[in-house]
């Protein structure tokens, strides 16, 4: 169920994520990093910043039919903007939402787990198969031991998906960068749902969190997690370094979830300029 | 996130659930029957023995467009013999194998959440809109809390969904018995994956659990459910008393799963009249 | 880590557990029932109504040496009444506590483990060993699987130590009798810290509880478990038939833990009578 | 339940923790750092290398008398040999284990929670009152999540507890750097148990954990925590870089615990001047 010795020990990519500044001025070793981190290559240019991810939950207003027609206006806003937009289904509606839209689709989970015996577990094969291109994990409501998310990150990487890593404060993030994960969202758990959002509430743990996390990963997309509700709390966590946003009940249970997406984009993309 | 205190407690059909024929002579206890358990007295007749539930856990084998193949090999086991075959596929792919054949298709596991905050947990509606009639519960792969079970049970009846309860001895079989399950289905976790099945390697179990069930509910559907590989396992099984069969690997791992479910099924209906 | 096979199913208590009452009659099944049940026939006696259980929880107010001083004040309570009061302290305390009174110690919790490599585990020996002559299982805020609450009240009996099954409502209290601990506690996880007693607040609850349970099991010892503050929440509880109370802040936080439970002592005392 | 927002944020030993060598010129950052890390401040010399932690688990020739017994011959090869030797019994026995020897002695968990309702768990006021010096956090068979060991490291160095976090390979190491525990102690889960020495199977994995940690944290010892059997593992993993071992059956269900340990401290002994 687990994976074994040789797959957790000496992920090839691991030397190159800690330090891959140092490496990068040598012909040899450029080369070492498209060997060696080649399956998420492509995903990475697309990863183009700002970043919207809207996280469904298990909110009623977006499940089933009304995931697809959410994740349709998510679409809608992505294209007239230009701005990247990922939705996170259900993982009974990946499937059905992969297929109506064009923009990224990411699970909210997947367990560290090989295919077999593993009754109600969520495969990473089987989410990409569906048609998911990334997983949440860590989530605050779905929280994994250390270990676990080290080996959830290389099943991800090792099947072309891009992993965000939530964590809850700076200690924790600056921790989960040294596993390389594609994407890391803070997410105080305390402003979850709260519409205060962590832009505006804790700026300074922003602005921590992308310090600590770039003394040791240069590469990883830096998210706001949590209470994001108004176009300017997305302009204050892009003006404070992170390059985009992780959205729930903000855009979910909207009464017009498409026109506060439009408003998150515009507002994202307005002050990218600046 | 949990239910409310109201919803747990005096569920209206847990009386009537534990002494159903001391009601069933008069009149206006039938219609208390009638009203306390209506969500599921549609489901009921479709749970004509024998049963075979195949779980696909997360084999390789069952996952994406091969739990489709692997479900319309069921149905045309199923509509060649007359048995009920359910399928249990991963959450991912219940959609399209609900929408792709007319067997039952059974969720692996659900969580004991409401609509909301539930990153990465699996709501019962979503499954339900997803094509489920039915879900297993605490398999000994995705075990819960005894409260857990109990509120589970509960949102399965609500949502009209078969709920099949695995149980790992006769004690706690019969107690399960008393949370009133659709299906009750014995699993020895020692036997899982063995190819040795419950109803030879421990047919006392198999005769207590039913003996110890039926004391306190006459309603419940037996299943055995570990080891199960030959159809002279599903003979011996029915034979013993049991309804029917909850079967993986047996089928999922077979080098031609519908010869192998032929089998089950022909031996099911052989015995079936003796 | 977990029991054998052989260890789980057929435990020998299991059949006189169910029926004890139609065994009663016949002097072979007597014999039976000295064997089979013989491990806790010196602790039974001992569990005479009205009972009052201590759970120290994790208070300030109830660590270490402290631990030691509440345990002395229920002693006294307990002599100067004659009521049966046992304290559950933290893991830690346990042999402390046992050395200094002659009151019964329970521990709070014990894990599904036999000897062997289970670190930060709570093992039964060890408890035993430090002095403990019973202990909690699935309290609310300590839940189980129902496998391993099967698994520790079998535990519990091979060890000669009472145990202490916590449930939730009715249904979990009567699937819980099955499974045949020493002592219910109904604990409605809503109550639990809020001062409002389940007996006064819930007394339908209460009722149907030992209702049901009775139906399957004429031995458990029946607790009310959540909000008891005030003496005649005690005698409430009582005459609505449970065998006394298990108590947590209304005693460990009270200014004169003495006084008080010397008031719950006095209560069930004077209530049996009537 | 959980700590604060206030207390999970801005831990105040951070920035220090991370780059302390970067610090110490500066006559203004060393009053900095006195006042930060205070707390650990009268533990952190006593960690002199070389170092030995033997884990009881739950074995029974560790439990009760028997745990005091042991450590005491941890005692007297400690004593004999200058060598840090420290216990780790299980809670119910740290108690009777402190006072009984001059030995640090550790737990083996404990829970990241707050003074109060936490039924069944292991709060840390109870655990430094028995008389434990250090903890042990995240052991395999005791993980926790990410969110979590941060929380407890924090609950450590609050209460003036050594905290000893265990890790499954370089890159949690590496990780689990960053969050400034006083000991890192590296245990491929593979190797409990087993007799086979991390330090002798694997030792690149030691290398590189060592390498790893030492780019982020400066301060914290490291141990070999699996396996280790012979003094001759003990030599070897020195001899790589750590400072000492964390060990288990090697000297809990060894015929002569004293004399292993015996060999254990010598072989470290000797080594080191080398």
Known sequence: MHLTRAERLYPPTFLFCLFPNRFSAGKLLL??????????TNLKPKLQ?????????TYLEATGQRAVELAKQAERASKETGVYIAVAPQFVDIKAVAEAVDIPVYAQHIDPIKPGSNTGHVLVDAVKQAGAVGTLINHSERQMTLANIDAVIQLAKEHDLVSCLCTNNPTTSASAAYLCPDIIS?????????????????PEAVNNTIKLVRKVNDDAVILCGAGISHGEDVAVALKLGAHGVLVASGIVTAKNPYTVLREFADSATAKLPQ
Not at 31 to 40: D, L, P
Not at 49 to 57: E, G, Q
Not at 186 to 202: F, Y
């Open 31 to 40: 080369t070492y990093k498209r060997t060696t981190i080649a399956v998420n």
């Open 49 to 57: 910043p700002p970043l919207i991810i809207v996280n469904f939950k």
């Open 186 to 202: 803070i997410e105080p758990p305390e402003l979850i749902g709260t519409g205060v959002a962590v832009s505006k509430a804790q």
